[in-house]
């Protein structure tokens, strides 16, 4: 049974993913697809370059979680609420500096792509929570309700694509990708909500505080020359401007988050752990702590 829905859910999971070329290529031409295809490439980077090696260990921990007898159904979405949280500032940063990355990475002959990136770079934010129920589902044998969620998934992007795909517009498509996205996204959560153990309280009451956080990034970023903008700087200034950009949309996201968490009286949940678990990375070794007491002393 366990290979067999594991089997039914990566064929799920191929429709899902294959499904953009097969139905959009024939409609759209070669150039207008091949702007699509390469925007997704970069617009994905949160996910590709972030999310998924920082996913790439979830299942067994999540298995040997269980195996230990911790609740790791219960602790699945505060993991995936602290990768949306790494996520966002990431994928607003992408969306930000869409015309820096353009000019920098790809020239001046594919600013088309460039509302593309901007647009489609925002389903990367839905993507942490697709991961990591689907990590906790199949630690715990429930390969089954993955392949549900692949499925229904998968078949409401084709029914989207082939709809939004007879507008031939781009932006259209684009975001109906996005809203997809995020629609898959809700699917594995209460799929994971089904199995038991799970209150999304804490974790509504987080998203909140990123969604308020978000949009004050948003308006900081939107007062700067070049963001979401066509940029005619050369390549190498155009890649550093968006790279000192990218560092502001850290801090700025970042420090609204930390405020909106502490004018909630600094509650248990997203936020606590994510501090505690920065603390555990950045606290210094224990040679360095006894040298600090002796030059006390």
Not at 19 to 48: Q, S
Not at 114 to 120: F, G, K, N, Q, S
Not at 233 to 244: E, F, S, T
Request: glycine share 8%.
């Amino acid at each position: 049974g366990f290979s067999f829905w594991a089997w039914a859910g990566g064929l799920a999971l191929m429709v899902w993913s294959r499904a953009d070329a097969f139905l959009l290529a024939p409609v759209l031409g070669t150039a207008a697809f091949g702007f699509y295809l390469l925007a997704g490439e970069i617009a994905m980077m949160p996910v590709t370059e972030l999310l998924e090696p920082a996913c790439a260990t979830l299942t067994p921990g999540f298995a040997l979680a269980r195996r230990n007898g911790t609740a790791s159904v219960s602790m699945g979405l505060t993991v995936g609420g602290i990768l949306a949280l790494g996520t966002i500032p990431f994928a607003i940063g992408v969306s930000a500096c869409s015309g820096y990355l353009v000019t920098g990475l790809l020239g001046p002959n594919w600013q088309a792509a460039r509302p593309l990136i901007a647009i489609i770079t925002w389903s990367s934010m839905f993507s942490p929570f697709s991961y990591v129920c689907g990590s906790v589902l199949t630690a715990h044998g429930q390969v089954r309700r993955v392949f549900i969620c692949n499925a229904v998934a998968a078949a409401l992007k084709v029914l989207v694509v082939l709809v939004v795909r007879e507008t031939h517009d781009l932006m259209t498509i684009s975001i109906a990708a996005v809203a997809v996205m995020a629609a898959e996204s809700s699917i594995f959560v209460f799929q994971l909500r089904a199995t038991g153990g799970i209150e999304l309280r804490q974790l509504r009451v987080a998203m909140t505080r990123a969604a308020l956080s978000t949009a004050a990034t948003c308006a900081v970023l939107r007062l700067l020359p070049g963001t979401w903008d066509v940029v005619t700087l050369d390549r190498i200034p155009a890649l550093a401007v968006g790279a000192a950009i990218g560092l502001l949309t850290f801090f700025v996201f970042s420090a609204c988050q930390l405020l909106l968490w502490r004018m909630a009286g600094c509650p248990a949940g997203v936020e606590a752990r994510l501090i505690e678990a920065l603390r555990e990375v950045v606290r210094p070794p224990a040679w360095l702590k006894s040298v600090w007491t002796n030059v006390q002393v």
